[in-house]
């Protein structure tokens, strides 16, 4: 079966400090990975995403993401987290024979709280 | 341009009313998706229309649901007759559906059920 763990509910984090929003699928094809924010009262924004070539994939708002496939993990992550990161982040995956749809399996979401 | 947009923001029914929520996507953007997140839990499918036809109702949770999309423009996820469990955030999403593209996302309707 199909699916997207997102195993922290709430990552906590200094400002200036890194972060890591953790992420790890399951898919029976080639994944094609996506991470989403949500801002209150928001849509959820795309921040990047991971189809083929370099497992590093650098998105929005200074976020790059790591794409692991012997742990078959997606980790987001960013250097210096900022105040205004804090928000609802999902991980999402397309099962890349689901053809082209955007038909996405999303992650239960993590609330990144980042602390002046 | 504008983006994806829903309303009502929130809407709070009784058991066994009917709601009809509704989503206007970017204009030129032929797909439309419904999700739902329910009781903060991970966010699931509902639907898929490309233009007017429905590509893909496989997340459709039973027949008290209806999804339509006239004319290919706005949607609408009418619900009849609502139950305590539909209660949850409905999200819309469109994209011009080119492969892998990203999705577009309105701000949701949060339908509370009582």
């Known amino acids: 079966a199909q699916s997207v763990a997102q195993p922290e509910d709430q990552v906590n984090v200094a400002e200036g400090n890194p972060l890591t929003v953790k992420c790890t699928y399951s898919?029976?094809?080639?994944?094609?990975l996506f991470w989403y924010v949500q801002y209150p009262n928001r849509g959820l924004q795309f921040l990047l995403k991971y189809i083929t070539g370099d497992n590093l994939v650098k998105g929005s708002y200074g976020f790059e993401a790591e794409f692991n496939k012997s742990q078959t993990s997606f980790h987001l992550k960013k250097p210096s987290a900022l105040v205004s990161d804090s928000a609802l982040y999902f991980c999402?995956?397309?099962?890349?024979?689901?053809?082209?749809?955007?038909?996405?399996?999303f992650g239960q979401g993590t609330t990144l709280q980042v602390k002046p | 341009e504008a983006g994806v947009t829903q309303f009502p923001s929130h809407s709070v029914i009784e058991k066994g009313q009917t709601v009809t929520l509704r989503c206007d996507p970017i204009s030129g953007h032929d797909n439309l998706y419904w999700y739902r997140r329910v009781m903060g839990k991970e966010i699931k499918f509902l639907l898929h229309?490309?233009?007017?036809?429905?590509?893909?109702e496989s997340g459709m949770p039973n027949n008290r649901f209806l999804a339509e999309r006239t004319g290919g423009t706005y949607s609408t996820l009418k619900v009849q007759p609502a139950e305590l469990e539909d209660s949850g955030v409905y999200f819309c999403a469109s994209s011009l559906g080119r492969v892998n593209e990203k999705l577009f996302f309105g701000s949701g309707t949060q339908l509370s059920v009582l």
């Open positions: 898919v029976s094809g080639n994944p094609y």
């Open positions: 999402a995956v397309r099962d890349g024979r689901s053809g082209n749809t955007g038909k996405l399996i």
């Open positions: 229309f490309v233009k007017e036809s429905k590509q893909d």
